[in-house]
C-alpha cells in the first residue's frame, strides 16, 4: 500500500462551520470525500439502542470515531487522485481532550501515523450559519470551542491551517481547490 498522503485533504472545524455542505459539493464536483465519523456513528448508535453516543458514553464514542476514521483513511489511500475528508483520525484526539477524557496512547499513535496533506482545511465558526439538529446538540460556546481544540490538536501535529472563509458554498468550494493546487 503506497502512502502518497499528500493527496489526502481534512476539513476540520466545529460542528455547524459548513464542513459537510462544503464536502457534499466536492463530490458533486467529482472527488472523492469521505463523511465525517460523529453523524454516522450517532445515526446507528440511535437506531440499535446503542449507548456510544457523546451523551452517554464519549470514551466509547471516540473509539469508535478513531475505527471510522482510521477506515477511511486505509480506503482513501487505495483510491486514486485527491480525496477530500469531513474530519481526520486526529479530531478524535481534539474531541477526547475537549472532553476532558485521558488520550490512550493508541489514539496518539494513530494521530501521528496517519498523515493527511501537510495543509488541512478549517472551518471557523460560523453563527450565521449554526444550527442545532437532532445530532448536533451542541451550542454555538461548544462549537467554537470545538474549533479551537481541532485547530489545537493539528497545529501539535505540525499541519499548517487554512482558514476557510465565511462565503457561499461555491466560494469555498473555488477556494479549497485553487489552495490545494486542483484548479
Do not use: C
Not at 475537549?98 to 501515523?113: N, Q
Request: no cysteine; aromatic share 10%; glycine share 8%.
Amino acid at each position: 500500500m503506497q502512502n502518497d498522503s499528500d493527496r489526502l485533504f481534512v476539513l476540520t472545524g466545529g460542528p455547524g462551520s459548513g464542513k459537510t455542505t462544503l464536502i457534499a459539493a466536492l463530490r458533486r464536483a467529482g472527488f472523492a470525500t469521505f463523511v465525517e465519523a460523529g453523524r454516522g456513528i450517532i445515526r446507528d448508535q440511535s437506531s440499535i439502542g446503542g449507548t456510544a453516543l457523546p451523551w452517554s458514553d464519549r470514551a466509547l464514542f471516540a473509539e469508535l470515531m478513531l475505527s471510522w476514521e482510521m477506515r477511511s483513511y486505509r480506503d482513501a489511500i487505495e483510491q486514486k487522485g485527491p480525496v477530500f475528508f469531513d474530519r481526520g483520525v486526529p479530531d478524535t484526539l481534539g474531541y477526547l481532550r475537549l472532553s476532558g477524557l485521558p488520550v490512550a496512547e493508541h489514539i496518539s499513535a494513530a494521530a501521528k501515523r496517519l498523515r493527511y496533506n501537510p495543509r488541512v482545511f478549517v472551518a471557523p465558526p460560523w453563527p450565521d450559519i449554526f444550527a442545532q439538529d437532532e445530532e448536533r446538540k451542541q451550542t454555538s460556546d461548544e462549537a467554537e470551542r470545538t474549533y479551537h481544540a481541532m485547530a489545537g490538536v493539528y497545529t501539535e501535529l505540525g499541519y499548517e491551517l487554512v482558514a476557510l472563509p465565511l462565503v457561499p458554498v461555491e466560494t469555498r468550494l473555488r477556494f479549497v481547490l485553487a489552495e490545494a493546487g486542483l484548479k
